[in-house]
């Protein structure tokens, strides 16, 4: 019989036809697939088949049901093009653990952390309760037209729910997508893109049909660059999403970014009362005469020391104190004059569900900056200033140069200014709430808003 397969064979051969071999004798030569399970898999633990994968292109590790408590770090490129993935499409069906977990490093900071590899994916599991972060990919030494270590990464139908920081987490990485996922009661925000290096020919970063609830940020990118933010849902946060410039991390400042066609509602996440369910990490942005300056909360959209940002078809409402918050910073938290607000477009966003679920105000402006502009928005309302006309702070777009609108400096109307710096150094920060228009929400898709009580101890 043997002889007979070997002259068949050679006869194909000489014919010029292909011949099929048996898939485990092509399997056992390139084997790049390593299955983990918690009984009868020949790995039982993430990382031991994650280091077994090293060297091995585009691998896959395929993670059945359970739940597996370890931190898994998966450095280099000779990880690049690795998967790690849930066997099955219900992200609860796999979960990472962070509780008691460690990793090569002592206790699991992260749940799973990328560093220097492009291409890898996490996709169907939930990670929840690490010390620092959910996923995590970063470049270890991002540069400006430099070598991009981090890139093109993609996590997928995840939940991240109560790590101490962020849910998922990129920083200094080239073009990646968030989307399917879920975030939920992180420390600072459920999904942050950050530090993203200046291109000559961009690659885009999307976050999409995400999910972010009970958390003190549902976004935040600090210094992020070419992202495509749409359909998600940001509801019951202390912020919706917050695009910001700091000197925390390199490439200020944030540009070149797009929020569009999300809903953006309900972020009234009172988070410095004692019995809200999530804390935040930060100790403040900074100080003012002594007294800490803290994260707003109460907002859907803040756009903080940033340029060329489009909000645009967004619905925001039920945010008690604005649905939007636009302003510089003139040297009180960021060094130099890199955090300003410029060329900010604010349009064909509907806002307070037609006045039957009011914002605060539908937009705040600080008149600082240059070419920032606000059009075809339904139901707009602006918070005054009292010594700045509204055309000044809230021109159409696009927006005269200024005086005609913005100061064109990183300081802004001194009674807009006030009002924000008074808001922010609310002490104790608790009663920042007492600023806030509330009322009660109508039905919206069978979500239920969520307000810690009881609530601040008002003066008055």
Known sequence: MKRFLIVVCSVLAVAGLTVALPATATAKKNKKTYTVCKFGCKYKKIQKAVNKAKGKKNATIKVKPGTYREGVIVEGHKY????????????????????????KDGIAQNGVEGIDVKNMTVKNM??????????????????????????????????ASYNRSYGLFAFGCVGGRMTDSVGIGHGDSAFYVGATPPQKKPKETDLDHVEAYLNVQGF??????????HHGKYYNNGIGLTPNTLDSEPFEPSEDNVIRKNDIFWNNLNYYLPDSPVKTISNGLGKIGGTTVNFPTGIGVVVYGSQAWEVKNN???????WGTGAFSDGGIINDGDDALSKDNMFVNNKMGRGGSDSNGFDFFSDGSGSG??????STSTFDPSGTATDAFLYPPCPAPP?????????????TQFGELVGYVLSDPPETQQCSWAEHGHPPYKGYEPFEVSPGPSCPG
């Open 220 to 229: 935040s990118g600090t210094n992020s660059r070419y992202m495509d933010i």
């Open 80 to 103: 690049d093009g690795l998967t790690i993935m849930g066997t099955k499409k219900n992200a609860k069906k796999v979960v990472l653990e962070g509780k008691n977990a460690k990793s």
């Open 402 to 414: 200024p005086p005609a609108s913005g100061t064109g400096t990183s300081t802004g109307d001194g």
């Open 126 to 159: 939930t990670v929840q309760n690490y010390a620092t972060n959910g996923v995590f990919f970063r470049d270890s030494d991002p540069k400006v037209g430099g070598k991009n270590d981090c890139k093109n990464y993609l996590m997928k139908n995840l939940i």
């Open 315 to 321: 619905n925001i409402f039920g945010n008690f104190k």
């Open 372 to 377: 920032n502009c606000y059009s075809g928005n």
